[in-house]
């Protein structure tokens, strides 16, 4: 089943993405509603549903397939991490501390995109793309989504989605220095969709330590610059999924981010070339990224926006007293 929300005129719908037509709920049934539900009970709802009146999918613009309370973006692929600190410093390889657990941060839920949407970067001389699979949170069962163990994490994955983490690497490399980040990086838009696959249809693909292998591929203007298998994490989602939820709270609608598969993004090819090689984004580029079972999402570069300018901090003073 593939969960979708896409705007017609001047309405916004939600419902079932059937091979080249859509179904729109009834009811005020919502993505979310499903995701509150869990996979069973969706599954036997979007099975009724299948058959109720449908339009062509060529008549809509998607939109990302849902609001999600949260996006923990995580770093998962070894490759990927390599090929990034050599950017920085070549000298250098994966750091002990990756291995020791899955790092994420936290992402901007009110910038994400749709396929077909047009970014808008910010002023940024190193625009960059990350190929990347969200995974998607069901009704949580059992311990209020707290401390899951990772047999029960599994059990909340919902879904999957495409998630292109669009990236300032110059901007993201200036506030990284002071220990922070990626911040303004990051958060001016990343892209999911084009649907949620729910998890039932690639569960033949999962082994039997969680681990999910898709084919990952991503094109700019045509030409393919990266591919790698879903498979080539280090930890599979379960882990993830899990790690995220100790001494915390996972919900439903909650967005996991796989981080950037290998040759996934333009920063960790700049890194093995010693060059800006390819080329950073410029405005018209139009990148691809198509994931085996869980569809295509495609966003044009468009113009970056001017924004207010902020002045530099003002130097410390040292006070007195009067």
Not at 241 to 256: E, H, K, Q, T, V
Request: charged residues 25%; glycine residues 10%; aromatic residues 8%.
């Amino acid at each position: 089943m593939k969960l979708a929300r896409w705007r017609i005129h001047d309405m916004v719908e939600e419902g079932l993405a059937i091979d080249e037509r859509l179904v729109p709920f009834t009811d005020g049934v919502r993505v979310q509603d499903l995701l509150d539900w869990g996979l069973p009970r969706a599954l036997e709802y979007g099975e009724a549903a299948a058959s109720e009146p449908s339009r062509p999918l060529a008549d809509v613009t998607l939109l990302p397939p849902l609001k999600p309370p949260a996006i923990r973006d995580f770093v998962a692929f070894e490759e990927h991490v390599e090929g990034v600190v050599r950017s920085v410093d070549s000298s250098t390889g994966v750091v002990p501390q990756w291995y020791e657990a899955p790092t994420f941060y936290f992402s901007n839920p009110h910038t994400l995109i749709g396929t077909g949407q047009a970014l808008t970067p910010p002023a940024t001389a190193r625009l960059d793309f990350e190929l990347e699979v969200a995974a998607v949170v069901g009704h949580v069962a059992g311990s209020e989504g707290r401390s899951l163990a990772p047999e029960e994490a599994q059990q909340n994955i919902f879904g999957y989605a495409i998630f292109n983490d669009w990236s300032a690497r110059d901007l993201q490399s200036r506030e990284m220095q002071v220990r922070l980040g990626p911040c303004k990086g990051k958060d001016f838009a990343s892209t999911l969709g084009p649907w949620i696959t729910t998890a039932d249809e690639v569960e033949d693909r999962l082994d039997a330590e969680g681990f999910l292998d898709l084919l990952m591929t991503v094109s700019v203007n045509g030409t393919e610059i990266g591919r790698d298998t879903l498979a080539n994490m280090g930890w599979p989602f379960r882990d993830l999924l899990a790690y995220a939820s100790r001494d915390s709270r996972i919900f439903p609608g909650d967005l996991l981010g796989s981080g950037t598969a290998g040759s996934g993004c333009l920063a960790e090819l700049w890194g093995r070339a010693g060059a800006l090689t390819p080329p950073p984004l410029a405005t018209g580029d139009e990148v691809t990224m198509t994931v085996e079972r869980l569809g295509t999402v495609t966003n044009v570069v468009g113009e970056p926006k001017p924004a207010p300018a902020i002045p530099a901090a003002r130097m410390r003073k040292q006070r007195t007293s009067a």
